[in-house]
């Protein structure tokens, strides 16, 4: 097969796992990252990396599970971090019907009550009396999954260059992967970006095995546990690409978020309060879009680790194809 | 209908938050068949105007916008929210939001009679989100709105009519000002008694935004407005005590023989 060369643009989790895909599919890969540092300049750093198909399903279209579902094994076999202990979904108690009716709209759950709350997550005992629990989702820490990315790309020779500030006219390479999230919108015109900020706590008083959501009419948020007692609470959606820093509102409603979920939480200390901004289509959903020797993927929204897999897939099987087409049609020729 | 001397033939006025997307918010309009959409600036806007991206969005859907000053606490916040709906907007409109408190989103009538009063003299056309209280409404009128919105139960609550008898009553109150039910309807059959009611028009959001299928439900919504409406001006009939035989006693068959 012949060996055509494929430049990555961003090491955000959409540059990194496309890239990592390349690679293992025996693609001569290079990344590059305008950034200084892994993170530094991704937003898939500030994310919650819940891969939770079926919860997504209740507020997203149907593709968004479609596509995320394969993902978690993705991650179980890339990323030895992952946890597989499924997700939790709660409601305080007068807006029951909000959990009634995000159960009407996925699957793959079971209704839990009060005692299967307790064995499932200890420090939540006697504080709800139902809950959804969806037994086939994952979590992840991204920050740690990238990292691990980054280290298997480097074990299999793919070089990732940090601050470099690419340029397609001046490349050689055969062909781009454009993963650089919103920046691309020189390029891909309707992506826009929408406003997410997280909140980072941690405590050594509570203990949680999986991701939980807690349902509210206004603010639906969640709280994902991380490794030696640090939480992440996230995130807000606001239309807006402001830049500044969270604002003091959303700073009230992620804390007390975790307030609510556990008083306990009241004496976590905060790590981190960071905003960002998520790059989507107008219909919030991800694409992979070619133009000429450049595939651009973006689009992924709230749903970068879980979408990430599947648009490399995409890539690297619209790459291979190729590949074999013109490798035949050279053999056939000679 | 007419809003300020603007004439408008659709009575569904659209809010443009919590859709699942951009791309389907765009299609639940289309289908409801509103002219106008109302936009949140005060959430979304930032320092840094950071919602040009969305409100260009809004903007290039060619429809009448009105702005709106959700989340304001305070006359000052209402009104400086309102300049700058102005300016990004180009519109004299505003949707006059001044919140009493987060829990009930009740609106505080007292601030705002007096932002309504400070809009109209600096030459607002300003929609007062306000109870179904017919002093307030007076006030509101007194200030220079010409088109009131009372709410039919708070913001988000899907409840519907709360006060059926309150609504009714501002109604033959205030024949000749546009009222427009804003707020807390859940399903259609809530828009329709509105238009019963012998209201102007109906202002949605979340029961659109977030129902299963927001464009079905807004093509849903639009029907019951119409069929509310001219329910109301075929003269509906008036609640009776009895029952009332809807077959006509004549050629009876005759069992005594």
Known sequence: MSQSSVIVVGAGVAGLVSALELAERGLRVEVVERGPALGAHSCSWKAGGMLAPWCERATTEPEIATLGAPSIEWWEQHFPGTVSLGSLVVAPPRDGGELSRFAKRTERFEWVDATRIEELEPDLAGRFRRALYFPDEAHLDPRRALAAVAERLTELGVPIRFGVDFSADTSDADVIVDCRGLAARDALHDLRGVRGEMLVIRTAELELSRPVRLLHPRLPLYIVPREDGVFMVGATMIESEGRGGVSVRSAVELLNAAYALHPAFGEAEILELAADLRPAFPDNLPTVRRAGRTFYVNGMFRHGFLLAPALAKQVADALLMEASDADYRQRRSA | ?257
């Not at chain 2, 106008?36 to 919602?51: D, I, K, M, N």
């Not at chain 2, 300049?83 to 829990?103: C, G, P, Y």
């Not at chain 2, 919105?149 to 008898?165: D, E, F, H, Q, V």
Request: net charge negative.
């Open chain 2, 1 to 257: 209908m007419t809003f300020y001397g603007v004439e408008l033939s659709s009575r569904l006025l659209l809010g443009t938050a919590r859709y699942p997307s951009p791309a389907i918010l765009g299609e639940a309009i289309k289908a409801s068949g509103a002219e106008v959409v109302t936009v949140s600036l005060r959430r979304e806007a930032g320092t840094e105007r950071g919602g040009q991206s969305f409100w260009s969005f809004i903007r290039a859907l060619g429809l009448r916008v009105l702005p709106n000053t959700a989340g304001c606490h305070s006359v000052k916040e209402a009104v400086t929210t309102a300049h700058m709906a102005h300016e990004l907007f180009d519109t004299k409109w505003i949707k006059l939001e001044v919140i009493r408190d987060d829990e009930t989103l009740q609106p505080d009538v007292f601030g705002l009679v007096e932002a309504a009063r400070i809009l109209s003299h600096d030459g607002f056309e300003v929609f007062p989100y306000t109870t179904e209280d017919l002093a307030v409404a007076d006030r509101l009128v007194e200030a220079g709105c010409r088109v009131l919105m009372p709410w039919g139960a708070p913001i988000g609550s899907a409840r519907g009519l709360n006060n059926a008898y309150g609504l009714k009553s501002l109604r033959a109150h205030f024949p000749d000002i546009p009222l427009v039910v804003d707020a807390g309807l859940g399903v259609p059959s809530h828009a329709a008694a509105a238009m019963e009611l012998g209201y102007d028009a109906v202002l949605l959001n979340t029961a659109v935004a977030e129902a299963g299928d927001p464009v079905a439900m807004a093509k849903a919504f639009a029907l019951a407005i119409e069929a509310g409406r001219m329910a109301c001006r075929a003269q509906p009939l008036e609640p009776r005590d009895m029952a009332v035989p809807s077959t006509p006693m004549m050629g009876r068959a005759s069992l005594g023989d």
